[in-house]
């Protein structure tokens, strides 16, 4: 069965009915996916202050949560040059490869990806601030034999159209692309992507940007994509900056 992220509150609820958490994840992380609405236990796992793309908290007093001011949706940031959503585009793919690899022990797979979940400040710097809805990964897992492919890596298949996915695949294996498709959904899906339209003239020099877009969305080898993803736009940025600096210097 496959659920909308609007179906993450029901679907923690259920878990239970279909696999005992407690058999490969640590009492830790299984009491905060119980309590998901707890995002400070998420956000203590993976602070600003070890480089993660996270609000700065303060701390709690009640139901009363006090998080740094991190900057402006991006949804309201459609309006801003090219090159500069292609900046916030490199921090939200290198966001889904540290939520997926960096952490030493845990996996964090977000599921309420979008522009409107994402900020950016005037230094081009973008943070997440929803973490209410994640799924959280124990990497150092022994599996028992009702995690049968848990050492194989899980690519999400087409659902279809839409931020549609699975959980229940997500969760039976060590490794799933899902955060990569995510990133690549917002950047260039079907519901208001934040990189298109993609300028002619880009269009022209690297015909295969768009074509690693299109692979990252449709393909199952997301982890080379997004690779190459990376170094395209290392490459497109460097070289708007060497540009902007040689015309700087001939005024």
């Known amino acids: 069965m496959h659920f909308s992220s609007t179906f993450w509150r029901w679907w923690v609820g259920c878990c239970r009915n279909w696999l005992d958490f407690r058999k490969y994840i640590s009492d830790t992380v299984f009491d905060m996916l119980w309590n998901v609405g707890d995002r400070n236990s998420v956000m203590k796992l993976i602070p600003k202050s070890h480089g993660w793309p996270v609000p700065a908290w303060g701390g709690v007093c009640g139901r009363l949560e006090l998080v740094a001011y991190s900057g402006i ?16 585009a490199q921090g939200i793919i ?11 022990r845990f996996r964090f797979y977000l599921m309420d990806w979008s522009l409107d979940n994402i900020v950016a400040n005037e230094k081009d710097e ?48 060590h490794l799933s ?9 917002i950047l260039a899906g079907d519901d208001n992507p934040l990189l298109y339209p993609i300028p002619t003239e880009l269009t ?29 736009i290392r490459e497109i940025l460097s070289e708007e900056q060497k540009n902007r600096k040689e015309s700087s210097s001939i005024r």
């Open 177 to 185: 692309d899902h955060n990569l498709w995510a990133a690549c959904y």
């Open 126 to 173: 973008i943070t997440f601030v929803d973490f209410e809805d994640v799924v959280i990964i124990d990497k150092h897992v022994s599996p028992d034999k009702d995690l049968p492919d848990w050492y194989k890596r899980y690519s999400r298949e087409n659902l279809g159209p839409g931020f549609s996915f699975s959980i229940h695949s997500m969760c039976k294996h």
């Open 94 to 104: 290198n966001a889904a490869m540290d939520f997926t690899f960096k952490h030493d």
């Open 73 to 88: 949706p991006l949804v309201h940031l459609k309006n801003v040059s090219w090159l500069k959503r292609l900046k916030y």
């Open 204 to 232: 022209l020099s690297r015909p295969h940007f768009s074509k690693l877009l299109y692979d990252c969305l449709n393909h199952e080898d997301r982890f080379n994509t997004v690779t190459k993803l990376q170094q395209v």
